[in-house]
Each structure stands twice: as structure tokens, then as C-alpha cells.
């Protein structure tokens, strides 16, 4: 490696000094290399393009190649969606889904995984992953909410954070380090009705008071990118706005990386939004708005030209998007030794990987309900259900199954354990006999599924084929043949990829096609029974929580959830996650997150109970904790909660702590609690601890409307316990 004693600042106004209008311009664009014809991709690539999307291996070590010939020899930025794991990639590693490891509340699970994810995208040549998902999961019919890390601002900002760390290392340069992409920026998820990228009519307030926060956090975490979302936030579309984009990410925040747009938005300006005339107009009203690379609109290159020279858009607004692309490239280490880093296969899908991976999926379990049934005593279990050996419910959206194009019977090039191969696999061992009935398909012919076109019609037609496979009715005889004999029965139902992910929004929640109808059929043989629900978010199961004795939540909880999961049953491992989304008892009763504003009439409706079936931060385990003695120590400029816990249990077991709190209204409502830190506490079983977890004021501030974050005087309460449950929760409070 050359030795460079400039610093890097000095080396990018070296640099930007000699570039041409043309190659400035040319950094600002990125482009997907999987929909372009081959020559196309080696043209940009000899032009100078900033940043290629999706391309693997070989194929970006080729076009860097390519790009080291153009006149500066800029290398390329080369991005990928690793949103859980390289998932993109067959024979990575593929974690659960970001809502299933968000169920371990667990900062350093979340800081490996993002170490875990670096390796394997560099180990493949690429540098950018557009992860995390900082959005807030507030309304349960949105089909990216598997994406998130559920519906605590608190709880996503410190999940993305650590995750942030780990996709970044100590340093950008390591062969190891990849650049991380805070998304989507900002308030995308709480669009009207849960439908994707529609309008967003809230305040800026409301904005700072419950969406900024967990980017404020990626930005302390020293996140390198921002992506702008689709939608529009009081009718104005987030690509052109200057406000949000500008002012407060880069000035006020002090956000020293780059901004990119999501796919097409720009485009979308004069298509869908009808908010610019045309491309030129829409070109330089999102650049001057504060995005720095135009993500997969090519016609953007000659339209940010054009501007430039008729004087509607400064050059310097080049000058500094290019600045801050550059900046990250010589940081990176690709004007250094990272340029031609070679693709290598044996640092993907390794087996420390894997064990990382295993804690992963452990971890994302959670009970929500056990009538003494677990852990599984009886010796002869019937496994039934259409997700009980189903690889793709494991492994969800955002995997080489989905992206770039549907490809659902895409060979596995790595085992995916299902729950039937995880029980099966210790069956031996525990002295079980185990029998297998798939009973009915996830869909029935009267479902309804409307999904957008995929980029192929091979695509489409793939994805037809996949619909129309897990249209299977109830297959009665079957079931009863396999359960017979039986002495419990787990069941595992859930929903397919057809039915969530990016414009995939559901209006109803309830178990698709026969799923209930087995459910049902199940309990009338009188035998326990286990739901595993293995879904991309919550469903509305109120039958499954009144008539089941056990209920786990699993989430899409990728490659070795079956192991996780046969663990659990059978009492190998104690669970410990907790929710970090509430459930609904109905679709017509959303929203249902922990820290609404109180309304008049308790939010009640007249055919369903006030409370949410189960309540953000809930989760059993095979022991229990007993929290006593709850005070606050409060010092000169600083404040901690403290309390004592218990596992008065005879398992050991990890407690998540939770505190929570309401603030006083300096005359505005606020939530009745909101979550404002938590702590994992691993105790033995008898063994008592003292937890100290510390309140810092900027979790008590409010927001006023010149949007100033302010700790407002008053009465403060705080609550803390294992869950939002009024009942699970112990008060003290204090004064300002």
C-alpha cells in the first residue's frame, strides 16, 4: 500500500479540483448493474459513475477494473441491500429478519451481526449496505414492517446504532468495514393506512418529537449515508425537502456523510408525486433539496449538466455532494488498498458465522403464552401446518429469494433448518416420536393476493407459481393420520413473501386461507397444543391466544430457526425476547402502540377490549422475576433508576429490564409511557441483582413547536418492569 501523508481532506479537494463538470456530475449517479445490458455498465464505468447497485463477486471487481481507466481513475462505490445478513448473495449467511432480532433487545447480538454482514459484503468486493431501518413500525398493515425494529423510537434508535457500529468497525479502512445507510429518512413508515410511500400528514414537530430521534442516534453513531424515503410529509415529498434534508440532517444534526435518494425518486417527482414538470425541473429540485447521488434514474446525469450551465443550480452544490461521496471513498480505503479487494468465497457463510447466527435466531423467540405445556414432556409429537417445513417463511423478504427479481425455488446453497428439521434433528436425542402433516397451504383459493409487478416477467410468472403452490385447502384426513397417536401438537402457521415487503400492504391481518380452520380442527381433538406463529409481523390471532396452551412468536427467523426453535420446546434453552411491537386484536383496532396520546374514551372501541392482545415489551420465560425495592437516585446532573430483581425461578434466565415514562404536558398531550431505556440482566436462578440503568434528560426532553428540545418542569413519572403492562410495572416518580 502507498504511504499518502495528505489528509484525506486534502486529498479530496485535490481531487475535486480537477474534475469536470461532467465527472462531478457523474459521481452523483447510481445505477443498478442486475437490469443493465453489459455494455451499458461499462460505459458508465469508463464515464465515472459514482456507485453501482446490486452486482456480486467478480462481476464488481470487473467494472472496478473498468472504472481505474476512466481519466481520474475514481473507483466505484459498489452497494447492496444486506439487510440481514449478504442475503442477496445464496451461501451467506442469513439472519432473522431486523423485527426478530429487535426481539432480543440486545445492542451487542445486534453490534456482531452487523460485524458478521461487513465481512461477507467485503469478502465479496462490495462496500455500501442500505441498512438499517430506522423507521418506526406504528400501523401493523404496512408491508415493510419485518424491516424495522419495531415501534419504540428508543429501542430502534439503540438497536440501529450498534448495528451501525458493527457495519462500520472502529475503521471505514479495515478490509472488514462497510459503509452503513440510516433509512428511510424520514417518518416513512406512518403513512396513511399503512399503505407504502403515500402521504404523511404530521406536523415537523410531531417529526422531532417521535421520528428524529433514532436518527439523531445513527448520526451520533457516525452512520456514513442517509437514504431519502419515497413518500411525501404533509404533501411535501422528502426528496425535495430542503427543510428536513438540509437544515436539520446536515446543519443541525452536524450529518457529515452523504444522502441518496431511494430507487427512482427522483423520476417519480413528475410521475407519481406531479410535484415538478418534468425530469430537468425534478433533477434539480431534489439535489438542491440536499440529496448527493440520484439513486437509479439515469436520466438525472445530462439533467444535473443541464442545470449547472443555465445557472439554475450552483456548481458548489456539486462541489460539496461530491466532496462528501469522495470523502467516504478515501476513507474507505479504495484509493488504497481496498480498490481491488478480491472476492472470497471461504469468508462467506463460515461456521463462526453461523454461531453468531444461531444466538441470532435463539434469541428472537419469544413465549407469549404457556399453560404449563412447555417445555414438551410428551414423547410422541405431530408437527402439522404449512410453515412447519416451509424453507422460504424462514427466510422472508430481502433475500436472493426476492431481490433483485421474485426467484422463490432458487436452490438453497446452505441448509435452511425448518421447524420440522430442527425437531426432528434432536428427536433422537430426546427419545421422540415425531409425525408430519402440512394440513392446508398458507392461502386458499378465496384469498385475495394483489402484488406490483417484479422487474421480469420470468419474475412474475415465478411468483404466480409460488401464489398458486400455497393455495392448498384444508387436508382433514391428513391431519387426523398424523395425529394420531400424538400427545401434543405443534402447529406452525404464519404468512408468505406474497403478502408483505415493499408495496405489499395488508388491509386484513387475520391467518390467511385454512390456517384458522386447522387451528381449529386441532383443538378439537383435545390434545395440547403449540401455535408457532412464523410470520413477517403480527398477525390478529385472538382465537390462538383464548384456545392454545402455548404460543410462540417467531418471525421470519432465517437460516437455523428450526434449531432455535426445537431448543425452545424442548427446554434447552429458556426463552428471553420480548415484543418490540404490540399485537392488535383486530385489524380495525390499530393502532395500538404503547405510547399513544390518551384519548377521551381510553381509545376503546365497542366490539374489541381496549388493550392490544400482547403489549410491546412482553415476553415469558421458563422462570420468573420478581422486580422490589424501585427508587431513584438522583445527583447534582445525573439520574438513575434502581431497582432490585430476583429470579425466583429454578432456571437461570435473562430478564429485559424496561423503563418507561410519562411526562408532564407543558401544554401538550404526551404518552401515557414511552419507553426510555432498557438493560439486559442475566441472574441465576435464586440469585438477586441490583440494576441500575441511567435517565438520561434528553430521554425526558419535549419538543416545543420552534423545535427545541427542552426538559420541561413538572412531575415525571417512571415506570419500570418486564413489559408496558400497567400490571407489570412498578412508579416513582420526581420533579423538575
Known amino acids: 500500500m502507498t504511504h499518502n501523508t495528505q489528509t484525506i481532506a486534502q486529498r479530496v479537494q485535490a481531487l475535486l479540483s480537477q474534475m469536470t463538470l461532467e465527472e462531478k456530475a457523474a459521481q452523483m449517479i447510481q445505477l443498478p448493474v442486475s437490469y443493465m445490458p453489459s455494455e451499458d455498465a461499462e460505459m458508465w464505468a469508463k464515464r465515472g459513475i459514482g456507485s453501482f447497485l446490486h452486482t456480486l463477486g467478480e462481476r464488481a471487481a470487473q467494472l472496478q477494473r473498468i472504472a481505474e481507466t476512466s481519466r481520474l481513475g475514481i473507483p466505484i462505490l459498489f452497494g447492496i441491500d444486506a439487510v440481514r445478513g449478504h442475503a442477496l448473495k445464496n451461501g451467506a449467511t442469513i439472519f432473522p429478519s431486523p423485527l426478530a432480532m429487535a426481539c432480543s433487545w440486545d445492542t451487542d447480538l445486534l453490534r456482531q451481526v452487523g460485524r458478521v454482514t461487513a465481512a461477507e459484503v467485503a469478502a465479496d468486493g462490495l462496500h455500501w449496505t442500505f441498512s438499517p431501518l430506522l423507521c418506526v413500525a406504528r400501523d401493523l398493515r404496512w408491508g415493510r414492517v419485518d424491516e424495522t425494529f419495531g415501534e419504540s423510537p428508543a429501542l430502534i434508535g439503540e438497536l440501529a446504532s450498534a448495528m451501525i457500529q458493527g457495519y462500520q468497525g472502529d475503521d471505514l479502512a479495515d478490509d472488514a468495514s462497510i459503509l452503513a445507510c440510516a433509512k428511510h429518512y424520514l417518518a416513512y413508515g406512518e403513512s396513511i393506512g399503512g399503505r407504502d410511500s403515500v402521504d404523511t400528514p404530521i406536523s415537523l414537530r410531531y417529526v422531532r418529537e417521535k421520528f428524529l430521534p433514532p436518527f439523531a442516534k445513527a448520526v451520533q453513531a457516525g452512520c456514513a449515508t442517509f437514504m431519502t424515503a419515497y413518500h411525501a410529509i404533509d404533501g411535501v415529498p422528502m426528496t425535495i425537502h430542503h427543510e428536513l434534508l438540509t437544515r436539520v440532517l446536515k446543519e443541525e444534526l452536524g450529518f457529515d456523510g452523504f444522502t441518496v435518494t431511494d430507487w427512482d425518486n427522483v423520476r417519480s417527482l413528475v410521475t407519481r408525486q406531479h410535484v415538478a414538470a418534468d425530469l430537468h425541473e425534478a433533477t434539480r429540485l431534489a439535489i438542491a433539496a440536499g440529496n448527493d447521488m440520484v439513486m437509479c434514474t439515469e436520466g438525472a446525469y445530462e439533467q444535473l449538466l443541464a442545470a449547472v450551465r443555465e445557472g439554475t443550480l450552483p456548481e458548489s452544490r456539486l462541489d460539496d ?50 399453560d404449563g405445556v412447555l417445555p414438551l414432556a410428551a414423547k410422541r409429537i405431530a408437527m402439522v401446518g404449512p410453515a412447519a417445513d416451509n424453507a422460504n417463511v424462514l427466510l422472508g423478504d430481502w433475500t436472493y429469494l426476492s431481490h433483485p427479481g421474485a426467484n422463490p425455488f432458487t436452490a438453497h446453497a446452505q441448509p435452511v433448518v425448518t421447524p420440522l428439521g430442527g425437531l426432528a434433528a434432536l428427536a433422537q436425542h430426546h427419545g421422540l416420536t415425531l409425525t408430519h402433516a402440512r394440513g392446508c397451504g398458507i392461502l386458499n383459493e378465496r384469498d385475495a393476493v394483489i402484488y406490483p409487478k417484479t422487474s421480469t416477467e420470468a419474475h412474475d410468472i415465478a411468483f404466480e407459481q409460488y401464489i398458486k403452490a400455497e393455495r392448498a385447502p384444508l387436508d382433514l384426513p391428513a391431519v387426523l393420520a398424523a395425529c394420531e397417536g400424538a400427545q401434543a401438537i405443534v ?195 435464586g440469585e438477586t441483582a441490583v440494576v441500575r440503568i441511567p435517565i438520561p434528560d434528553d430521554a425526558l426532553c419535549a419538543v416545543r413547536d420552534d423545535g427545541r428540545r427542552v426538559l420541561e418542569k413538572g412531575e415525571y413519572t417512571l415506570m419500570v418492569g418486564g413489559s408496558s403492562r400497567d400490571e407489570d410495572l412498578t412508579l416513582v416518580r420526581f420533579s423538575v
Open 321 to 370: 455532494a461530491v466532496r462528501r461521496i469522495l470523502t467516504l471513498k478515501f476513507r474507505l480505503g479504495l484509493f488504497d488498498g481496498k480498490r481491488h479487494q478480491q472476492p472470497d468465497l471461504n469468508a462467506i457463510g463460515t461456521a463462526a458465522h453461523s454461531a453468531v447466527n444461531a444466538r441470532a435466531g435463539e434469541a428472537a423467540l419469544v413465549l407469549l403464552k404457556n
Open 491 to 685: 402447529a406452525c402457521v404464519g404468512d408468505m413473501i406474497a403478502q408483505y415487503g415493499e408495496g405489499r400492504d395488508r388491509a386484513n391481518l387475520d391467518l390467511s386461507g385454512d390456517q384458522l380452520a386447522l387451528l381449529q380442527a386441532l383443538r378439537s381433538l383435545g390434545k395440547p397444543l403449540i401455535v408457532v406463529l412464523l410470520s413477517s409481523k403480527p398477525l390478529t390471532v385472538p382465537w390462538v391466544a383464548a384456545h392454545a396452551d402455548a404460543v410462540v412468536q417467531a418471525f421470519n427467523g432465517g437460516l437455523t430457526m428450526g434449531d432455535a426453535l426445537a431448543k425452545l420446546l424442548l427446554g434447552e434453552i429458556n426463552p428471553s425476547g420480548k415484543l418490540p411491537i404490540s399485537f392488535a386484536q383486530h385489524t380495525g383496532q390499530l393502532p395500538v402502540y404503547h405510547d399513544q396520546l390518551p384519548g377521551w374514551h381510553d381509545g376503546r372501541y365497542t366490539d374489541v377490549p381496549a388493550q392490544p392482545l400482547y403489549a410491546f415489551g412482553f415476553g415469558l420465560s421458563y422462570t420468573q422475576y420478581r422486580y422490589h425495592d424501585v427508587w431513584l437516585d438522583a445527583q447534582e446532573r445525573s439520574r438513575e433508576l434502581v431497582t432490585c430483581i430476583s429470579n425466583t425461578g429454578e432456571r437461570d434466565g435473562v430478564e429485559i429490564v424496561q423503563v418507561y415514562a410519562h411526562r408532564p404536558s407543558a401544554g401538550r398531550m404526551t404518552p401515557v409511557k414511552e419507553l426510555v431505556a432498557f438493560r439486559r440482566v442475566a441472574l441465576a436462578a
